[in-house]
């Protein structure tokens, strides 16, 4: 486990930092770093002190060092000592409201601060109008003794992108920021994207490993395929390819007895509608009358498990920990609302631990098949998409045979699932370890910096 310093200032002008005798030990160090700030200082052992990092006010200053009393890490590379990381959060949707300045996700991202001191990181929140190309600097977002502070501090060791949907992400003014902040400053930025669906669908498959947790999936291009689909399975789901929260998402399914096609949905209002219909065209003519077909992707059904008649779907979240090995941090059970095409809680879904679901025999094997299939997926995933991908929530199901399917993996998932009062502690594990992340991205960045830029 690496080794936490405080890191103490004094009040005087002196270039000179005292350090602990086993960090500085055989070592030359003619520098000290914080974030994208560095100087040349002097160096001295501190005989009495092996927990802590003293330096002046006058290279507190000059780093730019906010002193909020967090233990952080401290990195000896190129005669250089780096103190840190300095982790920024990228977003958008500031507010003029000093208690909230995130509007409804400052709640998310005060928490999300707020492990800076089990992990070692001081960590703050930003977006592009924060950011002074000319100094250098960005007035960050800091979340200390329960209240937001603003502080300016050098660019980040690190950038962890949370910006919050796929509009924000497609602003090319946001993307000018992350591609200047990438190229010429060399700033790992992970999490950088959303994922599409068949793009993620076509990249799995070229994994062998992981292809039989993966449902027979096409972009909409005629009926017929449709038809084909429905003769083998009795059901599909066509979804938008870049679909999220399970809006927009139809099951189509086929009664080989009468002869006729039910389709179930979600309408504008938000109920849940089940519509028969005597042909697969006049189905499509009726629903997708106003929907772009080419933006749609058609899914095999799966008879998946049932809880008290309602289907059953899971998610899994994995990450990425300091050392950058992935862990599965958390899996809860989805149950589809009464009459639902999805196990959303905005369609009537609720959320139960896989506990509740299964007996304890079954309950370790099913944990087992999912924590499996996830860390496979995770693994295929990193080695298969661009960027670096930190954390991952994954939408597995079970089939009445016990096999695992993938619905969807989420590069920016949802925290709907820890609403649920035993989750509690799984929710913060994914913070924890999505901060955490940026320590082994840091120390990459120092070693190896020719694996992060390849």
């Known amino acids: 486990m690496r080794k936490h310093y405080l890191i103490e200032v004094v009040q005087n002008d002196q270039l000179i930092i005292f350090c602990p005798p086993a960090l500085v030990y055989d070592k030359q ?4 770093a914080f974030g994208s700030q560095s100087m040349e200082v002097e160096f001295l052992p ?17 780093i730019q060092f906010p002193h909020f009393k967090v233990p952080l890490h401290a990195f000896v590379e190129n005669e250089v000592l780096y103190i840190g990381p300095l982790v920024g959060i990228f977003t958008a949707g500031f507010t003029s409201i000093p208690q909230q300045p995130i509007g409804e996700r400052t ?10 001191k089990s992990v070692g990181v001081l960590p703050f929140v930003f977006g592009e109008q924060h950011i002074d190309w000319e100094q250098g600097v960005i007035e960050g977002y800091f979340f200390h003794d329960d209240g937001w502070q603003t502080v300016p501090v050098p660019f980040p060791n690190v950038i962890y992108d949370r910006l919050p949907n796929r509009k924000s992400e497609g602003n090319p003014k ?11 400053y060399l700033i790992p930025w992970y999490n950088p994207g959303f994922f599409n669906k068949l793009d993620i669908y076509e990249r799995l498959q070229q994994d062998a490993s992981i292809t039989n947790y993966l449902p027979e999936t096409y ?5 017929s395929d449709i038809e084909t689909m429905l003769a083998k399975y009795g059901h599909v789901f066509i979804k938008p390819k870049n679909g999220s929260l399970g809006l927009g998402v139809h099951q189509v399914i086929y009664d080989k007895h009468t002869d006729v096609y039910y389709c179930r949905y979600q309408d504008n209002q938000g109920v849940n509608r089940l519509r028969k219909y005597s ?6 003519q009726s629903v997708f009358a106003h929907q772009a077909l080419e933006k749609m992707l058609v899914q095999q059904g799966i008879h998946l498990l049932r809880n008290e008649q309602r289907a059953v779907d899971f998610r899994v979240h994995t990450n990425k920990d300091d050392q950058g090995k992935w862990h599965v941090t958390a899996i809860a059970a989805k149950i589809a609302g009464s009459g639902s095409v999805t196990t959303h809680a905005r369609s009537g879904g609720n959320i139960k631990t896989i506990n509740e679901i299964f007996p304890a025999e079954e309950c370790d094997l099913y944990k087992e ?15 298969n998409v661009e960027g670096i991908i930190g954390e991952i929530g994954f939408d597995l199901g079970i089939d009445r045979n016990g096999e695992i399917w993938l619905f969807e993996a989420n590069s920016k998932p949802g925290r709907s699932i820890f609403s649920h009062p035993e989750l509690k502690e799984f929710d913060y594990l994914t913070r924890k370890l999505s901060i955490g992340f940026a320590v082994f991205l840091t120390e990459q960045s120092l070693l190896h910096p020719e694996e992060l830029f390849k």
């Open 29 to 32: 160090i003619k520098g000290i």
């Open 107 to 116: 709640l998310f991202f005060s928490k999300l601060l707020s492990v800076n």
């Open 369 to 383: 098949k999912l924590s499996n299939a996830a860390l496979l997926l995770s693994t295929a995933l990193d080695a």
């Open 279 to 284: 042909s697969l065209e006049r189905l499509f």
């Open 219 to 223: 972009p909409f291009t005629s009926f």
């Open 174 to 184: 946001l993307i000018k920021v992350r591609e200047r902040l990438q190229k010429e």
């Open 46 to 62: 501190h005989p009495d002190q092996d927990d802590r990092i003293v330096i002046s006010r006058k290279i507190q200053e000059a």
